[in-house]
């Protein structure tokens, strides 16, 4: 809720808080609600915890609007309006949402421009992607598409190198030249990418095990990647 205040791309019709809530985190939701002209109702605990189902709540729940959809054309002009190179991050059928949330929280951390996902056979279908992305979604642009390919076809267009990341890649993640304007593309939990997804990347890379297990979780090499990609940019110290 804090940060989709501080976003502020989506309405708040209200905030029901406990009556002794205080404390950094809900003075700053107190602040921002006021800035904003949101409405904050007092209600006791029996109240939250209806509202949510009996999950956790921290004592503040928010009545919010959807985010705005957006699609490709949104994410294309976000790069074109950027004074950095290219960075996108695709997800192809990426199912669990807690890998989804982790996901848009690191591409978040590493000043991605945009996550493109798949729009059937997703985790983006349900609703706790954003529980797990902690306030990601707010700030990182993100769009469902029908066709992969035509949607990594329109990023290539765009000037995006396309690079999918899959166990038998022809070379290291850190070989690749990620300087340059990039859409790395992650596969599905269990399979990985799917063949037409490959047959589209410009290239494809392999992260080096050096232990029994064959591959990483899914959110883990999206975090390997993406700190590749502004660790060869020069953006972290």
Do not use: Y
């Amino acid at each position: 809720m804090l940060e989709a205040l501080k976003a502020g791309k989506r309405a708040i019709r209200q905030i029901s808080m406990l009556e002794h809530g205080h404390g950094g985190v809900v003075d700053e939701i107190r602040q921002l609600a006021a800035a904003r002209a949101v409405k904050i109702a007092v209600v006791p605990r029996a109240i939250l915890d209806t509202l949510c189902r009996d999950q956790p709540h921290q004592g503040v729940v928010a009545f919010a609007e959807p985010l705005p959809e957006l699609g490709l054309s949104d994410i294309v002009a976000v790069l074109k309006a950027s004074v950095d190179p290219a960075f996108v991050v695709v997800l192809d059928e990426v199912k669990d949402p807690q890998n989804a949330g982790a996901i848009l929280r690191t591409a978040e951390a590493a000043g991605v421009h945009g996550v493109v996902v798949t729009a059937h056979r997703s985790a983006f279908a349900g609703e706790g992607v954003e529980r797990a992305s902690a306030g990601a979604t707010e700030h990182v642009p993100f769009v469902r598409v029908i066709n992969l390919r035509a949607a990594l076809e329109e990023l290539k267009e765009a000037g995006c190198w396309v690079v999918g990341a899959d166990m038998e890649g022809a070379k290291p993640h850190t070989d690749a030249d990620l300087v340059r304007p990039v859409a790395i593309v992650l596969g599905e939990e269990g399979k990985g990418l799917r063949e037409l997804t490959k047959k589209t990347c410009d290239e494809l890379v392999r992260i080096p095990m050096r232990g029994q297990i064959a591959s990483l979780n899914v959110s883990a090499a999206a975090a390997i990647l993406c700190f590749e990609v502004i660790r060869q940019r020069g953006l972290v110290k």
